[in-house]
């Protein structure tokens, strides 16, 4: 009898049944995924299909770690669909249908956040697209900022600020104002103060807790925000309302192009947290819309 060799690969006729059995076994863990960040189970089933069919047209062999690869990509898929729902003002909630529950992360916060079930879908519908990413792949998920980042197109700084700015809120934080217009109006009041440098008119207008970020620097209370806010009268001149991934914002523009914007958060009728971006790379990465 002559030696006999184990075959270097599975039959072409095999690989796509052990493709898909593969598959399979991370499903309940891409729909977790999928549902913590869309809210809608069958939204849910829409992006981990498509994760499949990309899949199924890959070059599985060149995956080393298919379960990042997938959580990835359903992440690319969701944040897509988020995105456009913002854009058509469209924000389905499933809160009917029972949430697959995710493996516990190592971190507290992660514990923390996966206990809170529906009620966490409901403080999740506040946040930007990339807010719930990085809250729910990291917090949730324990998928590192480095990957995070590769899905945003941001850095991993700026990805770990995105998950604690969500953190911050399923802590506690009252949810924001959900009405555009009326955050338009209180973003319009803010700047209006600004231009004008009127301390007093700024102060009615934001939170008493709330936070200002830049990069690694935070300021936090009303009086010293707008301490802050008043020394920029300046550049008022070129600031324009618009949008930041989503989020009602003020964008300065020079040239016809955004060089800097500032993203609020609402609380009620007050602002509760602005997020400043100043760097130019770090700009050209936002979905900046102006209004």
Do not use: Y
């Not at 913002?86 to 493996?103: I, Q």
């Not at 991993?156 to 009405?179: E, F, W």
């Not at 803010?190 to 004008?196: M, Q």
């Amino acid at each position: 009898m002559g030696d006999f060799e184990f075959p270097r690969q599975f039959p072409r006729r095999q690989d796509g049944e052990f493709l898909a059995a593969r598959f399979e076994s991370h499903r309940p863990r891409l729909h977790a995924v999928a549902h913590r960040m869309l809210g809608s189970s069958a939204e849910a089933d829409d992006a981990v299909q498509e994760a499949w069919v990309r899949l199924s047209r890959t070059d599985s062999e060149k995956v080393e770690n298919l379960a990042g690869w997938l959580t990835t990509v359903v992440g690319r898929v969701c944040l897509d669909m988020l995105r456009s729902r913002t854009s058509r003002a469209e924000e389905p909630l499933d809160l009917g249908a029972p949430v697959p529950a995710a493996a516990p992360g190592p971190e507290q916060d992660a514990l923390l956040a996966d206990s809170v079930g529906a009620a966490l879908l409901v403080v999740l519908e506040t946040l930007t697209p990339a807010e719930r990413l990085a809250f729910v792949l990291h917090d949730l998920f324990a998928v590192p900022f480095e990957e995070i980042a590769s899905i945003v197109g941001r850095t991993p700084t700026a990805a770990r600020q995105l998950a604690s700015r969500a953190r911050r809120r399923v802590r506690g934080a009252p949810a924001p104002d959900g009405d555009p217009a009326r955050q338009r109006v209180v973003a319009d009041a803010f700047l209006a103060a600004v231009r004008e440098g009127d301390f007093e008119a700024l102060v009615k207008v934001l939170d008493p807790d709330v936070v200002a970020r830049s990069g690694e620097t935070v300021t936090a209370g009303a009086a010293a925000v707008a301490t802050g806010a008043t020394s920029f009268a300046h550049f008022a001149a070129f600031a324009r309302p618009a949008l930041v991934d989503g989020a009602t914002a003020i964008a300065l523009v020079v040239d016809g192009r955004p060089v800097r914007t500032l993203a609020f958060t609402f609380v009620g009728d007050r602002i509760a947290a602005i997020d400043i971006v100043t760097e130019a790379e770090q700009v050209a990465l936002l979905d900046v819309r102006l209004v």
